[in-house]
Each structure stands twice: as structure tokens, then as C-alpha cells.
């Protein structure tokens, strides 16, 4: 239950249904009325026999959680159709992120390793969306291309340290905050802060939609029915989330932003593995001289038991700083990091961004060594890190 897609996946059985419906009626994979329409119907379903199943007190009023259940199915969709790519940066790796200054970073020197993966940073206790509980603990990411540039998209996951994720009926009693930013770019050189100040105008994300209300008495089956719609409220609602979680967001982002510049540079340092609560017995059955039947029935095996190889960076990091204070030592505090764009080659043409990695000052201990940096290029050629 580590990663939101297992999570997701655990607790609504119904997702490889509404996965196909997905693939049948969206084949590019560009979301369309029709696929929305028909994952729409089929969670609908899904949705109404969950309810049945519980006790009428406990069933939900608020038909907000169906429009926030489809919204958020389509980014996991997207994550799945590109591969299932979990990339999880160690605690050592993220704390440096963290710290890590990141308005200044031109996103055309940003390369993104897939169109759509999960980026997987732990829970952050002090990312807790809306105060309420909703700890920030990875994010989608994704790139659709578009006719006049690109959209960025990111999506937080929140995690609650109260709720017994493997429950099936949890996307119904506990509803799935997440926190979803856009970023629509037609040209890619300009900084993050440049981008983000341009989404808000454009998007408007913390100003109420005015969409027209539909309330009133209608005839169905030759009989009156009064219809009360909550479009308008909704929207107040979620402006209103979105304006209170923005700062946490903006947080955030410095892993998101960090960890795709990370993910971009060659220095990188990625190993591809099962996570360390893999089954053992499970994980043998996978080395040298077994059949190639073998190997397939137990990967399934251990997909369904929601083990899979995840993309972890920063493992050499990670034993090699294991004390980085977390910010609560008082004799220690951080100097931040930064993005430097260096200008390189003929006439200083061409640019790429180095890491100036953070360092921690100890009054009583001096600097540790916190001084790499790690080159990422803009063009092809290469680099190394020191």
C-alpha cells in the first residue's frame, strides 16, 4: 500500500473493467466524450452495488465523489496505458529535492522519461493538503501534446495515516483527495514560475466556473420530477480546495520539478527492482535457469499480490547519508540548493542545468559533503557528474 496505484487499484476491484472500456473507446489513448461517457456508466454501476452493500447510514449523499472517482481514473488510465512506471526517490535523495530551489528552471531542459508515470517521494507530514489529514505522498505526471504546444499535468496523491487502504469499500467511505494542476504551455522557454503564473490566469483554478443551473421540475416517464443542481456549489467548493491547497502544492512541486530535472540528468542513478517486502520465496523463482513459464506465472503472481519493479533513485546516496537531519536539529540548518543554467559550446550557445546541491551547516560539526553537482544538457553529448 506504499504506492497510490496500488492503493487505487486494491480498493476498487472494478478498475480493470473500466480499463478496457478505456482502451475500447479511447484507442490513442487521447481522452474522448465517448470514453468518458461510457467510464462514466460503467463506474456508475460499480459505484451502486458498493453502496448497496453498505448500511444506509454509511452511504455517501455528496455525488461530488462520482465527477472526483471518473477525473481521477483517467489520470490513472493514462499511467497504465504508458507502462505502470513507478519511480521512487529515497529519503536522503528527496530531503536534498526538497531543499532545492527550483522557480529559475527552464522546462525546456526538462526531459520526461515517459508521457505518464508516478513519482513516489513518501509521505511528507508537513504536506498536508487542506489541514485536514491528507498527506502529500507522490504524483502523476504527464505530457499530452497538443496542436499549439503541450500540457503538463500533475496530480498529488495524499495519503491518510487512519485509513485501512486494502478495505474494498474505501473509495466510497474515504474519499481519494487529491490535488490537480495543469501547466499549458506553447513554448517551453520560459521558467517554472513563469509557467505556474500563466496557468492561473488561464485556467483560473481558484475562481468559481460559472456554468448555467439546470434546477427545476421536469417531466420523466409522464411524471414530475424536481431536479436540484449542485453544479454551481461544486464549483465554489472546489475553487475554494484549490485556493487553500496551493501553498502545499507549490511545496510540492519542489519534488516534482526537482525530480525531473533529476530524472533527465545522465548522472542519474536509477535501479530497477522489487521492492524490499517482495516476497522472497516468490523472487527466486525468477533467477537464472528457470522457464520462461515459470517466470511469466510468477510475475502475474506477484502482480496480482500488487508487488511489481519500481524505478528507485538515489540507492548509493541513501547509504552514504543515512544522518541528514529533517530541519528539527537546532544546531544544524540547510543552505538551500539551486539549478544553475550554464551557458557551454560555440559561442555559448547552447545551455544545461547543473545541480548545486543543498548542504547542511552545523554550528558545531562544519559543512558535510553535500558538494555534487550533476549536469543535465539540453542537446545530445555527454556529461558526468562530480
Known sequence: ?????????????FVKNLLAIHKLKAPSGVPTLDALNAVTDLFMNAYNVACFELPMEKRPTDGGLMRNEVSLFMHYANFHRHGINIFDFQPTLGELLRHTDVDDVLLSLIKFPYDSFYIAF?????????????????????????????????LLTTRRTDIDYRAKSNFILNRDRYYYFPMRLK????????ALSGSIMEHRPFTPKDIPDTSGVYEVAGKQVSVFDRGGESQIEDAHANKEGYPVFLDALKFVINGLCYLSSPSKEINTRFPDDAP??????LGPGRKQAEIARTMSKLASMGYRKVHFCGDALQKEHTGIPTGRELSAHWRRGHWRNQAYGESFSEHKLLWIMPTVVRKDKGEPAFGHIYDVKDGSGETTGR
Open 122 to 154: 513518501g509521505l511528507q507530514p508537513h504536506l498536508d493538503l487542506w489541514a485536514q489529514g491528507y498527506f502529500v505522498d507522490g504524483a502523476y505526471v504527464s505530457r499530452v501534446a497538443l496542436d499549439d504546444g503541450i500540457m503538463i499535468e500533475i
Open 187 to 194: 513554448k517551453m522557454d520560459i521558467n517554472v514560475e513563469t
Open 1 to 13: 500500500m506504499k504506492y497510490h496505484p496500488d492503493r487505487y487499484l486494491q480498493s476498487r476491484p
Open 280 to 285: 522472497r520465496g516468490l523472487l527466486g523463482k
